[in-house]
């Protein structure tokens, strides 16, 4: 451990990593267009590999005239639900840390899945009843289940590990719009501080273009700080650049040149036609292992079955192994008879 | 039925019946008194200040004739020297007339050896009792053996022998155990015996001395104030002898009076004061010449990390244009935040969000795949897994 006093920052500050490099955030979650772009496409591929498999296996041939969704269309209707969530914020009322952190949930799962394999008008569900939890605003499942039309506990609950797991159990997201507030609360330090009506009005349109920005992959390729900054950028472009100028943030300011292109480019909402039109295609080619009760999804269930049975033979065998030899808990430690001299 | 039979029963009884009267003197005419009893049952386990808290509960019943709290309110329960409950009754019917089986498990019992019973579970009960008994021989420390290892052993052995005890394992040799230990460390015995003694002793006068000590004290500020009274009496009658004999301006007088009076009291009260302190003081060194061990206070060193929360970057304001928070800072009862909130370090941690890895490049190309491609591979298979 570092035994400087923690009054002399700039000394010691080379030396510490910085808060945000040693989040899970910058760590795992974060990508440049190109590594987003094959991620999704190699995903796309190999569960489409996957499906058609199983498709025949099942009745050989079938899959032929079977239109598997592609990663653009995939992406699509995730979009779609990332704005149901915000509608489904608004009808709670949640705070704007639940919708961003459960947006940025459904997001990072389907990096690791595809709405092929599960569909997020369940996912979406879970994404944001796990965000309620891990933004400490909890709502009972029953008031959250009753508020939304064909929706019982179980929908939400079933995948609840699932996304869990694919987020790798990484809550902790930082996020834009606080980052907005801080840039807003610093620049009434600068002498260039607009008055209070005007900051009102600067704060509330760049609060826009972040919800904006969520439709967007931004967050999982830029850190929140420049995000927030692009944002107050596109309200009032001299404030922002004062204030990148102020904290000496050059790198800043061509970051956000290109998020800014990005939220005009991609922050449009998607045509309920053309989503419909997917979603049409999905009911075709969704995965039937995952479909309850149909054949694959039984050879599937019978497979595991196998396989824990198996698992589990092989767990007693070598208890009963362990057990012939002597003693169960494995042999008595020794030379350690004199380290519990501490009476 | 006859008079004269009913007169012959009880008289075989040894109780007298007179129907009509009641009188203090015939001892079994009430039917709560079930006890012709004259032992008053004792031992048990005492607690620290030597008293047998007795266990009581609405649900008790006989084991033996069955009656329970709600047919006789009076109804205690005993514990027999093989850990059986009895009442009072029944323990008066079975063994008045001298040792007779237990109704229970056959052991033969005596009146005497019957004891109230202190816990709910007579496991327990009989495990205390047990432990109690033994501790008074098994009375050996750390000190009394020259490593670790043998003064385990005998621990060891000391518990093999309660166990055995509390079990009814082997009770034969495990008391052949106790009395070749009793006849090989009788020395040994007595003289812990002695020192716990003295240990005891030694509590009990530091006790009494502490006592002595607050009595003395108390006694001391009693006649301080007493002195004090008779100073102002003084003073007071003083000054009327003054006013009384001099000639001088009245209103002087008793100013002045006044004035001194008030000194003297300053005076009074500083050395009493300077009393009381002295003689914390001394106390406050007694104790700790008593204590031997001196904890020497390490200096406290907080918590240091190694991150860079961005210190140099972000300057907080004390008091921001901020309608969002706006409510909850005028909220002087705390009713809209939990305990400890304060707007300030939401604020802080605002700014830092401002300002972190706002230097930071975006990543480019495709040169690292962070997410590996396979963990796809059915993700539900390794739920199934885990």
Request: glycine share 4%; aromatic share 8%.
């Given at each position: 451990?570092?035994?400087?006093?923690?009054?002399?920052?700039?000394?010691s500050?080379?030396a510490?990593?910085?808060?945000?490099?040693?989040?899970t955030?910058?760590r795992?979650?974060?990508?440049?267009?190109?590594?987003?772009?094959?991620?999704?496409?190699?995903?796309?591929?190999?569960?489409?590999?996957?499906?058609?498999?199983?498709f025949?296996?099942?009745?050989?041939g079938?899959?032929?005239?079977?239109?598997?969704?592609?990663?653009?269309?995939?992406?699509?209707?995730?979009?779609?639900?990332?704005?149901?969530?915000?509608?489904?914020?608004?009808?709670?009322?949640?705070?704007?840390?639940?919708?961003?952190?459960?947006?940025?949930?459904?997001?990072?799962?389907?990096?690791?899945?595809?709405?092929?394999?599960?569909?997020?008008?369940?996912?979406?569900?879970?994404?944001l009843?796990?965000?309620?939890?891990?933004?400490?605003?909890?709502?009972?499942?029953?008031?959250?289940t009753?508020?939304?039309?064909?929706?019982?506990?179980s929908?939400?609950?079933?995948?609840?590990?699932?996304?869990?797991?694919?987020?790798?159990?990484e809550?902790?997201?930082?996020?834009?719009?606080?980052?907005?507030?801080?840039?807003?609360?610093?620049?009434?330090d600068?002498?260039q501080a607009?008055?209070?009506?005007?900051?009102?009005?600067?704060?509330?349109?760049?609060?826009?273009?972040?919800?904006?920005?969520?439709?967007?992959d931004?967050?999982?390729?830029?850190?929140?700080?420049?995000?927030?900054?692009?944002?107050?950028?596109?309200?009032?472009?001299e404030i922002a650049?004062?204030?990148?100028?102020?904290?000496?943030?050059?790198?800043?300011?061509?970051?956000?040149?290109?998020?800014?292109?990005?939220?005009?480019?991609?922050?449009?909402?998607?045509?309920?036609?053309?989503?419909?039109?997917?979603?049409?295609?999905?009911?075709?080619?969704?995965?039937?292992?995952?479909?309850?009760?149909?054949?694959?999804?039984?050879?599937?269930?019978?497979?595991?079955?196998?396989e824990?049975e198996?698992?589990?033979?092989k767990?007693?065998?070598?208890?009963?192994?362990?057990?012939?030899?002597g003693n169960?808990?494995?042999?008595?430690?020794?030379?350690?008879?004199?380290?519990?001299?501490?009476? | 039925?006859?008079?004269?039979?009913?007169?012959?029963?009880?008289?075989l009884?040894?109780?007298?019946?007179?129907?009509?009267?009641?009188?203090p003197a015939?001892?079994?005419?009430?039917?709560?008194t079930?006890?012709?009893?004259?032992?008053v049952?004792?031992?048990?386990?005492?607690?620290g200040?030597?008293?047998?808290?007795?266990?009581?509960?609405?649900?008790d019943?006989c084991?033996?004739c069955?009656?329970?709290?709600?047919?006789?309110?009076?109804?205690?329960?005993?514990?027999?020297?093989?850990?059986?409950k009895?009442?009072?009754?029944?323990?008066?019917r079975?063994?008045?007339?001298?040792?007779?089986?237990?109704?229970?498990?056959?052991?033969?019992?005596?009146?005497?050896?019957?004891?109230?019973q202190t816990f709910?579970d007579?496991?327990?009960e009989?495990?205390?009792?047990?432990?109690?008994k033994?501790?008074?021989?098994?009375?050996?420390r750390?000190?009394?053996?020259?490593?670790?290892?043998?003064?385990?052993?005998?621990?060891q052995?000391?518990?093999?022998?309660?166990?055995n005890l509390?079990?009814?394992?082997d009770?034969?040799?495990?008391?052949?155990?106790?009395?070749?230990?009793?006849?090989?460390?009788?020395?040994?015995?007595?003289?812990n015996?002695?020192?716990?003694?003295?240990?005891?002793?030694?509590?009990?006068?530091q006790?009494?001395?502490?006592?002595?000590?607050?009595?003395?004290?108390?006694?001391?500020?009693?006649?301080?104030?007493?002195?004090?009274?008779?100073?102002?009496e003084?003073?007071?009658?003083?000054?009327?002898?003054?006013?009384?004999?001099?000639?001088a301006?009245?209103?002087r007088?008793?100013?002045?009076?006044?004035?001194?009076?008030?000194?003297?009291?300053?005076?009074?009260?500083?050395?009493?004061h300077?009393?009381?302190?002295a003689?914390?003081?001394?106390?406050?060194r007694?104790?700790?010449?008593?204590?031997?061990?001196?904890?020497?206070?390490?200096?406290?060193?907080?918590?240091?990390?190694g991150?860079?929360?961005?210190?140099?970057?972000?300057?907080?304001?004390?008091?921001?244009?901020?309608?969002?928070?706006?409510?909850?800072?005028?909220?002087?009862?705390?009713?809209?935040?939990?305990?400890?909130?304060?707007?300030?370090?939401?604020?802080?941690?605002?700014?830092?969000?401002?300002?972190?890895?706002?230097d930071?490049?975006p990543p480019?190309?495709?040169?690292?795949?962070?997410?590996?491609?396979?963990?796809?591979?059915?993700?539900?298979?390794?739920?199934?897994s885990?």
């Amino acid at each position: 451990m570092q035994q400087q006093p923690p009054t002399s920052p700039d000394v010691s500050s080379a030396a510490k990593s910085p808060l945000f490099q040693s989040s899970t955030q910058y760590r795992n979650w974060r990508f440049s267009v190109e590594q987003l772009k094959a991620t999704r496409a190699a995903l796309n591929q190999a569960s489409v590999a996957a499906i058609r498999n199983t498709f025949e296996s099942d009745s050989p041939g079938s899959s032929s005239d079977v239109h598997f969704l592609d990663a653009n269309e995939e992406h699509l209707l995730v979009k779609l639900y990332i704005i149901k969530i915000s509608q489904l914020c608004g009808h709670f009322r949640f705070p704007e840390e639940v919708e961003a952190t459960g947006i940025t949930y459904l997001k990072r799962f389907y990096l690791k899945n595809t709405v092929m394999d599960w569909h997020p008008k369940n996912v979406m569900l879970t994404a944001l009843y796990l965000a309620t939890k891990t933004t400490n605003h909890p709502i009972s499942l029953e008031s959250y289940t009753a508020n939304i039309p064909r929706t019982n506990a179980s929908d939400v609950l079933d995948l609840e590990f699932l996304v869990a797991q694919s987020l790798a159990f990484e809550f902790a997201v930082w996020h834009a719009h606080r980052a907005l507030w801080g840039i807003w609360l610093d620049i009434q330090d600068l002498p260039q501080a607009p008055p209070h009506e005007e900051l009102q009005r600067i704060h509330d349109t760049a609060m826009q273009h972040i919800r904006t920005s969520r439709l967007t992959d931004v967050e999982l390729i830029y850190p929140p700080s420049q995000i927030a900054l692009a944002c107050l950028s596109l309200a009032h472009p001299e404030i922002a650049a004062f204030w990148a100028r102020s904290k000496n943030a050059d790198t800043a300011l061509e970051a956000i040149e290109s998020i800014k292109r990005t939220i005009t480019r991609d922050g449009d909402t998607p045509s309920v036609d053309v989503v419909r039109e997917i979603d049409r295609h999905l009911k075709i080619c969704k995965n039937p292992e995952k479909v309850v009760g149909s054949k694959a999804y039984l050879a599937k269930r019978a497979r595991e079955e196998k396989e824990a049975e198996l698992k589990r033979k092989k767990k007693a065998e070598n208890v009963r192994k362990a057990t012939e030899q002597g003693n169960p808990f494995g042999e008595v430690l020794v030379g350690q008879a004199n380290l519990d001299d501490d009476d | 039925m006859s008079t004269n039979r009913t007169n012959a029963a009880s008289w075989l009884r040894g109780t007298t019946i007179r129907k009509g009267t009641t009188t203090p003197a015939t001892r079994s005419h009430t039917p709560q008194t079930q006890t012709s009893s004259s032992i008053v049952f004792s031992g048990g386990v005492k607690d620290g200040s030597g008293r047998t808290s007795e266990y009581f509960s609405m649900d008790d019943q006989c084991p033996v004739c069955k009656s329970d709290r709600y047919l006789n309110p009076k109804l205690r329960l005993l514990v027999s020297s093989c850990y059986h409950k009895m009442c009072e009754s029944c323990i008066d019917r079975l063994y008045t007339l001298g040792p007779a089986p237990c109704p229970v498990c056959g052991k033969t019992l005596k009146k005497m050896t019957f004891i109230p019973q202190t816990f709910e579970d007579l496991v327990v009960e009989k495990e205390v009792a047990i432990r109690r008994k033994l501790a008074k021989e098994f009375n050996k420390r750390r000190e009394d053996f020259p490593d670790l290892r043998s003064y385990d052993d005998y621990l060891q052995e000391v518990e093999d022998i309660t166990f055995n005890l509390i079990n009814e394992i082997d009770i034969p040799e495990t008391q052949a155990r106790i009395a070749a230990y009793r006849k090989e460390n009788a020395a040994f015995i007595e003289l812990n015996q002695q020192r716990e003694e003295a240990y005891v002793q030694a509590l009990k006068e530091q006790e009494e001395a502490e006592r002595r000590e607050r009595q003395l004290r108390a006694e001391e500020i009693r006649r301080a104030e007493e002195e004090e009274r008779d100073a102002r009496e003084g003073e007071r009658r003083a000054l009327i002898d003054n006013l009384e004999n001099s000639d001088a301006d009245a209103a002087r007088l008793v100013a002045q009076a006044r004035a001194e009076a008030l000194k003297r009291a300053a005076a009074r009260t500083a050395a009493a004061h300077q009393a009381v302190f002295a003689q914390q003081q001394e106390t406050m060194r007694l104790r700790a010449a008593q204590s031997a061990v001196v904890v020497p206070d390490q200096p406290h060193v907080p918590l240091l990390d190694g991150y860079y929360a961005y210190e140099d970057l972000c300057g907080l304001r004390s008091s921001y244009f901020d309608p969002a928070s706006d409510a909850v800072r005028r909220d002087k009862e705390g009713i809209m935040r939990a305990g400890g909130y304060r707007v300030e370090e939401a604020w802080e941690r605002a700014l830092r969000y401002a300002v972190a890895g706002l230097d930071i490049t975006p990543p480019l190309g495709e040169v690292s795949m962070p997410l590996p491609i396979t963990s796809r591979v059915d993700a539900d298979v390794a739920m199934a897994s885990v």
